[in-house]
């Protein structure tokens, strides 16, 4: 792909995000993009670099680790895929936000491991919003505990929270999957007095919805970099 072809699909989708955040009565800078690269080489990100653009994210620990060293260090780098405890050390070295958190135990660890690092990463609460079987993240009723140990940790911020929508699902499924997570947000915050600010969620084929459902956050790879 040439740099004209990353540099057009990414003012195309920033400006697409932007039209739809004040289509739902939102601020036009209310919804920030991070452009998933996974598995996109390091030329074709640092395009988008040069078109402008500062936030990526991998889901891959080995993968991030890996363009962080080769890009320009003023990248933001989003981890958001599965995060194993062995893996949290690059991670913390590497990334600014960390999207993926799903237990009390991985929180604890990346506090430690990030203060021995001299970082402080954002982290974000995966939940599995519609219980389906195959996704990832924690029950709605387990991220109260998360917020408890969050609340201990000095070496990381407890930002808000992540979910994935099902796959293929209709329109009406993914209103109520992201709908579902901003009033979770906001139950938590009444009850807790915590701070949760961010919303992650959206993807190439549901971001529209996210936006008007409340996202802060769309992480978007398709659009951006074209099939994987
Ligand atoms: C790959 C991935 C995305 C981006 O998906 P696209 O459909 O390519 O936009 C977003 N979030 C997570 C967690 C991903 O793994």
Redesign the pocket.
């Known amino acids: 792909m040439s740099t004209t072809a990353v540099g057009e699909r990414l003012g195309r989708v920033v400006a697409d995000i932007a039209a739809h955040s004040e289509q739902a009565g939102r601020a036009g800078n209310a919804v920030s993009l991070?452009a998933?690269s996974?598995t996109v080489s390091t030329d074709i990100v640092l395009q988008a670099h040069d078109a402008g653009h500062r936030a990526f994210?991998e889901?891959r620990p080995q993968e991030l680790e890996r363009k962080a060293r080769e890009l320009p260090d003023d990248c933001e780098w989003h981890m958001?895929?599965h995060l194993q405890k062995n893996k949290v050390r690059p991670v913390c070295r590497h990334a600014h936000w960390i999207?993926?958190v799903d237990s009390p135990a991985l929180l604890k660890r990346i506090d430690r491991i990030a203060g021995e690092e001299g970082t402080c990463p954002n982290v974000l609460i995966q939940v599995n919003i519609t219980g389906e079987d195959t996704k990832a993240g924690v029950d709605p009723a387990e991220v109260r505990p998360i917020l408890d140990a969050a609340a201990e940790c000095r070496n990381l911020t407890c930002a808000g929270l992540?979910t994935?929508a099902p796959f293929g699902a209709s329109e009406a499924l993914l209103r109520e999957a992201f709908g579902g997570l901003r009033q979770l947000r906001d139950k938590l915050v009444v009850e807790g007095e915590c701070q949760l600010p961010h919303l992650?969620m959206?993807?190439?084929?549901d971001?529209r919805i996210a936006i008007a459902e409340g996202a802060t956050m769309v992480?978007?790879?398709?659009?951006?970099?074209g099939?994987?």
């Open positions: 991070v998933v996974k994210g889901n958001i895929g999207h993926s992540m994935m992650s959206g993807m190439s084929g971001y992480r978007i790879g398709t659009a951006v970099f099939a994987r």
